[in-house]
Nanobody
């Protein structure tokens, strides 16, 4: 079993920055993909960014150039640096870890961007 714990959410003004962290614990298979998803009120959960164990990253178009995902594999931790935040970034952000057909989720952390 894998447990994921997010931290770093909060309230920030538009144009500000926030850094999310997610620590994985339990039985961690090395060759995994970690990522961040978000769900805003009244909307479906969407993929924000992913990072493979080898460091290959992918972003949804709406955050390209503003968000950066990174990993520290020695700590089983993934980060999401969010810059130039917009009101539409407001959502609950979920950390995920996937390997083959197994997919694990954190509890989520609230990010609120005031306009």
């Amino acid at each position: 079993q894998v447990q994921l714990v997010e931290s770093g959410g909060g309230l920030v003004q538009a144009g500000g920055s926030l850094r999310l962290s997610c620590v994985a614990s339990g039985t961690i298979f090395r060759f995994n993909t970690m990522g961040w998803y978000r769900q805003a009120p009244g909307k479906q959960r969407e993929l924000v960014a992913t990072a493979t164990c080898g460091g290959v990253t992918n972003y949804t178009n709406s955050v390209k150039g503003r968000f950066t995902i990174s990993r520290d594999n020695t700590k089983n931790t993934v980060y999401l640096q969010m810059n130039s935040l917009k009101h539409e970034d407001t959502a609950v952000y979920y950390c995920s870890l996937g390997v083959i057909q197994n997919h694990y989720w954190g509890q989520g952390t609230q990010v609120t961007v005031s306009s």
